[in-house]
């Protein structure tokens, strides 16, 4: 049913999340115990900047790429205990985007005044939240033609 799918979707949405905090750990821990390693000779600049100023940079851009790919190794260990299910949340997941691509306000009728509603409807939780999706779609369309 799809209150089964929107509980399953969210179980995996917060698995990918917490998944990003491990990541993220490594990637710091691991750029930061590589840096720590490295000489530091203060005459010598990187891009015209004190080499603890990059060595500090390459810290945060690995601890950022760890974090973006938290949630595909999230998703991957999700998809590995839930074997069964998850075929069918895929099949599911098609049908639902499918849905939203064919309900969803013209982009093009887009405005300051007037923007569009929750586009690729990521924030629906239930089916409550569906329909309450459809109806600010339609609301969306009937101000932008009028």
Same mark, same amino acid.
């Given at each position: 049913?799809?209150?089964?799918?929107?509980?399953?979707?969210?179980?995996?949405?917060?698995?990918?999340?917490?998944?990003?905090? !491990?990541?993220?750990?490594? &990637?710091? +821990?691991?750029?930061?115990?590589? @840096?720590?390693?490295?000489? %530091?000779? =203060?005459?010598?600049?990187?891009?015209?900047?004190? !080499?603890?100023?990059?060595? &500090?940079? +390459?810290?945060?851009?690995?601890? @950022?790429?760890?974090?973006? %790919?938290? =949630?595909?190794?999230?998703?991957?260990?999700?998809?590995?205990?839930?074997?069964?299910?998850?075929?069918?949340?895929?099949?599911?997941?098609?049908?639902?985007?499918?849905?939203?691509?064919?309900?969803?306000?013209?982009?093009?009728?887009?405005?300051?005044?007037?923007?569009?509603?929750?586009?690729?409807?990521?924030?629906?939780?239930?089916?409550?939240?569906?329909?309450?999706?459809?109806?600010?779609?339609?609301?969306?369309?009937?101000?932008?033609?009028?």
């Amino acid at each position: 049913s799809w209150e089964d799918y929107f509980k399953l979707r969210r179980s995996r949405r917060i698995r990918e999340r917490i998944s990003s905090i !491990p990541t993220t750990i490594a &990637g710091v +821990g691991l750029s930061s115990a590589y @840096f720590a390693s490295l000489e %530091v000779d =203060p005459t010598l600049t990187y891009f015209g900047m004190d !080499p603890l100023l990059v060595y &500090g940079a +390459g810290v945060v851009a690995s601890g @950022f790429g760890g974090f973006l %790919v938290g =949630p595909l190794f999230g998703n991957g260990l999700w998809s590995l205990f839930n074997r069964n299910l998850a075929n069918k949340i895929n099949i599911r997941d098609r049908q639902f985007y499918e849905r939203i691509k064919k309900h969803r306000s013209d982009p093009s009728l887009n405005s300051f005044r007037n923007p569009v509603p929750d586009f690729y409807g990521e924030k629906i939780k239930s089916v409550s939240d569906y329909r309450s999706w459809l109806r600010k779609q339609r609301e969306h369309r009937r101000k932008a033609t009028f």
